[in-house]
């Protein structure tokens, strides 16, 4: 299994991001997927989640993430806008059926 998270980088506060992350070698439609972050110092954090069609968002992403799906592209996107400074974290990517895989985390920098 393997889950490659791209899309991270450096934006001003007030702007946006999509993150990716593209999953193989599981079955895609039947996994649970979520995003979480790290900042540094900081434990990792829940930042958002979709099983099947139903979404989950942590306070920091509710009302400014967005959490979807591609399952024909095995892929989760995560549509952050309104962007913070304190956003500033590596953002992973999780997979989730009986066990969870994660991807291997995407930088994002978000400038005051």
């Known amino acids: 299994v393997q889950l490659q998270a791209s899309g991270g980088g450096l934006v001003q506060a007030g702007g946006s991001l999509r993150l990716s992350c593209a999953a193989s070698?599981?079955?895609?439609?039947?996994?649970?997927l979520g995003w979480f972050r790290q900042a540094p110092g900081k434990e990792r954090e829940f930042v958002a989640a979709?099983?099947?069609?139903?979404?989950y968002y942590g306070d920091s992403a509710k009302g400014r993430f967005t959490i979807s799906r591609d399952n024909d592209k095995n892929t989760v996107y995560l549509q952050m806008n309104s962007l913070k400074p304190e956003d500033t974290a590596i953002y992973y990517c999780?997979?989730?059926?009986?066990?969870?895989?994660w991807g291997q985390g995407t930088q994002v920098t978000v400038s005051s």
């Open positions: 999780n997979a989730v059926f009986i066990r969870a895989y």
């Open positions: 070698g599981l079955t895609f439609n039947s996994y649970a």
């Open positions: 979709i099983e099947w069609s139903v979404v």
